[in-house]
């Protein structure tokens, strides 16, 4: 019998989520659905920090989320694979169906959920 704690296939489930599992990696992934961005263009869009975006730039980047593709000093960021997306659009599915409740949730809802923005890479890798 397999175990929760041991089974590898739901350690990486819980990872993958557990690395979109803050609103400003959600946002970056948002924005670069549209297409390549910059640094500069995800920080004016989103309004947040250089060093922030970079952190959680480098968090998707290690995660296998996002790639990026050097271009003269710049890199341009964009999606690694397009069935992020799909499961984006699966969960938004989700979401819809179960209404409020997730928001609502004692556990993990929008009110338990504190704006904790890493400031360093350390602090945002998974």
């Not at 970056?28 to 500069?40: K, N, P, T």
């Not at 980047?61 to 984006?88: D, T, W």
Request: charged share 20%; aromatic share 4%; hydrophobic share 40%.
């Amino acid at each position: 019998m397999t175990t929760a704690n041991g089974d590898p296939a739901l350690r990486r489930g819980a990872s993958l989520f557990h690395g979109l599992a803050d609103r400003n990696r959600l946002a970056i992934v948002r924005q670069l659905s549209a297409g390549e961005r910059r640094v500069v263009d995800l920080t004016e869009a989103l309004g947040l920090a250089q060093g922030t975006v970079s952190g959680h730039l480098a968090c998707l980047r290690e995660c296998g989320l996002i790639v990026g593709r050097p271009e003269g000093r710049q890199m341009f960021y964009s999606i690694a694979h397009p069935e992020l997306m799909e499961l984006l659009a699966a969960a938004e599915q989700v979401l819809a169906l179960t209404g409020d409740a997730v928001v609502l949730c004692p556990n993990f809802g929008a009110e338990t959920l504190t704006d904790t923005t890493p400031t360093t890479t350390e602090e945002v890798a998974p």
